[in-house]
């Protein structure tokens, strides 16, 4: 019993280990490349799709590419609705691993001479460099995953002489149901599709589960594999909500179309096979997991449109966000996360500056209050996100872009203050007194706001540290007169509430100079060949 048992946990174990060696070491090998591609390629609906699949195929996860495209949709950086069309290929591409197991991995004991790989492969993890670690990590993973494989097909052997479930009753859509719940319940406890799928196989290549059961646990499988970005939803911003929901309602939708034309798909099949003489097995198993995964492609592709609008009912937004680009799914995925607390604090930036621009113009609107504490919140969180990124240690470049936006951070912190500070008292810039102060300040918060939106000219950063370095020129001289006794007719404590006042807005324009500086070093820190836009 035990030498049966074994063996099978073992292998099961080793497969496991090494699609998640596999996967992160690809992964990591790539490293931004595959998120470049992702963002180059998707466009239309169904170019979308083709690079969905694709980069699943290569990563070998449908729970990394789904992972990232949350951090993406989160961060702003692509519509919703070309998340549905990268989801929908995602698909697609999680029957990759299927073929090769089907054609490769049950047909030829790659097992054995993939073992070199894992000797290769940790020897490059300890002693290379650079990406070629992960590269190592990878071959090891492959290797692993084979010899897992190959152990796994021993013990189903065994298992199939002792249980063999291929003489339960599986037709009726009743038993396939209980079978599809089956394979929904496996992948949720091994927290992966493929090893799922690679059991069913090599189950029915063993003649442990008839074709039957073996379709349905597939279709089980296909809907199971959500789950993992449904748990990487909970907590998360709205749109990682809202693009989980729609994994699962296409992979529920795909699982039950397929679940409907099983009794057709299996009549075809055994049809063929008495025709031309062969039984159908694994790689027909793969070919029935990829055809109701392309059908529901193909029958969603067309309606993206109309998909987002419902999941959008679904999930609706219950509550108004300035900033919605922070999700912690994309901490470890460092040029995706300071891409998204980029747009986060810039956003933030461009609120305070606006808000800056009414109190100057005399102009505050009534929700100014409300609208500095929403702010201060937003601030708190975008502080907290980017000191957790996960950046990899030999990356200076990126490095500096954190610190260049923490620095724009704490300038943001500080210009609040003196807002709020503002707002606290009975001060109105329409007072002529002030107009010398106040009209060379706004003429710097609209060259910072246009400088941000990529709306003003080359040098205009440099334009903005001389008007900042003119405007504490002139308020320095206008306070110093003030202080002196000029203008004479006015008593004391008008020239020191009107100094302050000057003080206030040559610390404002400080704190919006350096900011905006911080905010374009963080952009210019990202190296070119990271940079996800």
């Keep these: 019993m035990l030498d049966i048992i074994f063996p099978f946990a073992g292998g099961l174990g080793l497969f496991l280990i090494g699609m998640m060696l596999l996967s992160e070491g690809l992964v990591a090998f ?44 989160s961060a702003g950086l692509i519509t919703f609705i ?33 073992l070199p790989l894992i000797g290769l492969g940790a020897l490059m993890k300890l002693l290379a460099k650079g990406r070629s670690r992960e590269l190592g990590l990878a071959l090891a993973g492959f290797g692993m995953l084979f010899l897992g494989l190959t152990m796994l097909q021993d013990g189903m052997q065994g298992l199939a002489s002792m249980f063999n479930l291929s003489r339960i009753p599986a037709g009726g859509y009743g038993a396939h149901l209980i079978i599809v719940l089956i394979g929904l319940v496996l992948t949720a ?76 798909f299996l009549r075809a099949l055994h049809a063929g096979s008495a025709y031309m003489g062969f039984e159908p097995g694994a790689t027909a198993l793969a070919a029935f997991h990829s055809s109701f995964i392309s059908l529901g492609a193909l029958l969603f592709l067309p309606l993206t449109g109309r998909f987002a609008t419902l999941v959008g009912r679904l999930v609706p937004e219950r509550h108004a966000q300035a900033v919605h680009y922070l999700d912690d799914s994309m901490l470890s995925l460092p040029t995706v ?66 610190s260049a936006q923490l620095h724009a951070i704490d300038h943001l912190i500080r210009l609040h203050k003196r807002l709020e500070d503002m707002l606290n008292t009975d ?21 910072a706001q246009q400088g941000l939106l990529a709306q003003a000219n080359d040098g205009w950063l440099d334009q903005l540290a001389i008007q900042a370095r003119l405007i504490a020129e ?53 190296e070119p060949e990271d940079r996800v836009s």
């Design 427 to 447: 001060i109105n810039f329409d007072n002529p007194i002030y107009q010398e102060a106040g009209q060379p300040a706004r003429e710097m918060v609209a060259l």
């Design 474 to 526: 002139q308020l320095d001289r206008v306070r110093g007169g003030l202080l002196a006794g000029a203008p004479i007719e006015q008593d004391v404590s008008y020239s020191l509430r009107t100094t302050d006042i000057y003080r206030w807005c040559k610390r404002t324009t400080h704190h919006i100079w350096r900011s905006a500086y911080y905010l374009v070093l963080a952009r210019d820190k990202t």
């Design 30 to 73: 790539a490293g931004g490349s595959l998120q470049k591609v992702l963002l180059a390629f998707t466009g239309r609906p169904v170019k979308a799709f083709v690079s969905g699949a694709l980069i699943t195929a290569l990563a070998q996860s449908s729970t990394a590419t789904t992972v990232t495209l949350i951090g993406f949709v």
């Design 337 to 402: 996360a300071l891409e998204a607390s980029q747009r986060a604090v810039q956003g933030i930036a461009l609120q305070l500056y606006a808000l800056n621009d009414h109190i100057l113009g005399a102009t505050v609107p009534a929700t100014s209050r409300e609208s500095l504490q929403q702010t201060h919140a937003l601030l708190d969180e975008a502080y907290e996100f980017t000191v957790r990124i996960q950046l990899p240690t030999d990356n200076e470049r990126l490095h500096e872009c954190r």
């Design 189 to 264: 406890v091994l927290q992966s599709s493929t090893a799922a799928i690679a059991m069913t196989l090599t189950a029915l290549d063993a003649g442990a589960i008839s074709f039957d059961q073996a379709a349905a646990v597939v279709i089980g499988a296909s809907i199971g594999t959500t789950l993992t970005g449904v748990l990487v939803s909970i907590g998360g911003t709205i749109y990682a909500k809202r693009t989980a929901m729609a994994y699962i309602l296409f992979n529920a939708a795909a699982g039950l179309l397929g679940l409907l034309l099983l009794p057709l």
């Design 82 to 114: 070309q998340a549905i069309g990268v989801l929908i290929g995602a698909s697609l591409g999680n029957t990759a691993t299927g073929w090769i197991v089907a054609t490769l991995g049950l047909k030829v004991n790659l097992g054995y001479y993939t």
